[in-house]
């Protein structure tokens, strides 16, 4: 679709074809994996000589990577509503990914727990749907209410356009709680769910809207939205100390309501449908008078919402430890970025989830950035003749020198499985004699894979090539 589009786009705007293919879009995004690696302050210090990288600057020559970049579209800009329309859509050209996206998040099976929070998507240039929130790290950005679960992995999405319409045969219960309805939609009732928010979602309307569905909730709440239910006020709290709570329970159309105060620094309005003050546990703070940590009385409450509330932000910090950092004006190439980080760390958790089931102890399991290494080699090379493509690297008569003198480089990595087997451009070329990639085998061998970049024997007597791609 993305190939399609994009073809289409570079057509209407310049008169003729990108030529783009699926192989070289699959590529071009290898390349923008690569980049979060390998950051550098401009994009065209990828083909410099004082700062190649050989797997961006091997695979596109720079006019074209730039090219691909810039005429890289989603949808058809013939088919977009006058802006006079009212009822059109502010995410036009990016939606037909969205909806995509969408279709794939909500089809991974969920867990138990779950939570529902806002997502900032740092963006400092001109666009309407830019919101500005002081409170948070990237206080410029686009906003995306999420719904994942307590490690991260992303469920259901909305991106914030100004306006939060209630959810499809729900009731309008205002734009905080109508964007957790609309969340919440996908999630199977009457199965034990618990479900996780802040202040600014909940309200006593909306838990007990959800718990009609099965969906146990807890969440921190503003007292204006409690409907008349008196607690200790904040002054009288804070003179009784830290640790101290207030907690009452109400039955509400037949369900029972916890709501709890507690003072810490502050005091913290809690609610909840399924989780009281007791039994209450400890949490140790840092006291300023004694200059040393002390244990705090804790309500049971808060020690579960402190516990199954973090998805989000923990979603925030991974794709934040590797984020796309290319610039463009374009708004919806900002949102495309920002999915391919929200996709990988995606499949990363469930790489790691899966790793969990089967007993795979963490040690032996890829972190963040090696998988995310491993997937943009396999873009770049899964079933692509990469001897198509020389590179651009213009090398001295001192360098080729000094690399002839280099007796011993380093071990070659051995490729990922995608690419050792996916039988295209696998061709065997002469080289210098080394050891044999092939597990198992101690021989020393004069060929070597263009491809895998590994030695290999070929001979009469053994032929580890074959075996190593097959096998």
């Not at 409907?227 to 830290?242: A, E, N, T, W, Y």
Request: hydrophobic residues 35%; contains cysteine; aromatic residues 10%.
């Amino acid at each position: 679709m993305i190939v399609d589009e994009s073809n289409l786009y570079a057509t209407q705007e310049r008169g003729s074809s990108l030529n783009l293919t699926v192989e070289e879009l699959e590529q071009f995004i290898g390349t923008v994996l690569y980049s979060t690696i390998f950051h550098l302050p401009r994009t065209r210090m990828y083909w410099k000589k004082s700062s190649w990288v050989q797997q961006i600057a091997e695979v596109f020559s720079r006019n074209r990577w730039e090219e691909i970049k810039k005429y890289i579209h989603f949808n058809d800009n013939s088919n977009m509503p006058a802006p006079t329309d009212e009822t059109r859509d502010k995410l036009f050209k990016i939606r037909p990914i969205v909806d995509k996206l969408l279709h794939k998040f909500q089809a991974i099976p969920q867990q138990q727990m779950l939570c529902i929070d806002e997502q900032i998507v740092p963006f400092k240039g001109r666009s309407g749907l830019k919101q500005y929130n002081p409170k948070k790290p990237n206080k410029w950005g686009y906003k995306i209410f999420v719904l994942c679960d307590t490690n991260g992995l992303v469920h259901n999405f909305e991106i914030y356009t100004g306006k939060i319409e209630p959810a499809p045969n729900e009731p309008d219960l205002g734009a905080s709680s109508n964007i957790v309805l609309r969340l919440t939609s996908i999630v199977q009732v009457n199965m034990s769910h618990l479900l996780f928010f802040d202040n600014w979602f909940s309200s006593l309307d909306l838990v007990i809207e959800l718990h009609k569905k099965g969906i146990y909730t807890l969440g921190t709440v503003r007292q204006n939205r409690l409907k008349g239910c008196r607690l200790i006020d904040d002054k009288r709290m804070k003179k009784l100390g830290r640790g101290t709570y207030d907690e009452k329970s109400a039955t509400v159309e037949g369900i029972e309501v916890d709501v709890l105060k507690w003072c810490d620094t502050k005091c913290v309005t809690f609610i909840s449908t399924y989780a009281a003050g007791d039994p209450p546990g400890v949490a140790e703070r840092w006291s300023k008078k004694e200059k040393q940590f002390i244990d705090v009385a804790c309500p049971n409450v808060v020690l579960e919402y402190n516990k199954f509330m973090g998805g989000v932000d923990l979603l925030d910090g991974l794709v934040s430890y590797y984020r796309t950092k290319l610039k463009s004006k374009k708004y919806y190439m900002r949102f495309f970025f920002h999915f391919l980080d929200m996709v990988t760390v995606n499949c990363w958790l469930l790489y790691r989830r899966d790793g969990r089931s089967l007993e795979i102890p963490p040690k032996k399991q890829m972190d963040l950035l090696d998988f995310r290494a491993e997937v943009a080699e396999g873009l770049l090379k899964c079933k692509k003749d990469t001897t198509r493509t020389k590179s651009r690297r213009s090398s001295s008569d001192v360098e080729k020198k000094l690399l002839a003198k280099k007796k011993k480089g380093r071990v070659a990595p051995t490729p990922a499985k995608d690419i050792r087997m996916d039988s295209v451009g696998h061709w065997p070329i002469p080289s210098e004699r080394q050891r044999c990639k092939h597990p198992g085998c101690k021989n020393k061998a004069t060929i070597k894979c263009s491809k895998c970049q590994v030695h290999l024997c070929l001979n009469k007597k053994s032929n580890c090539y074959l075996l190593f791609h097959t096998q």
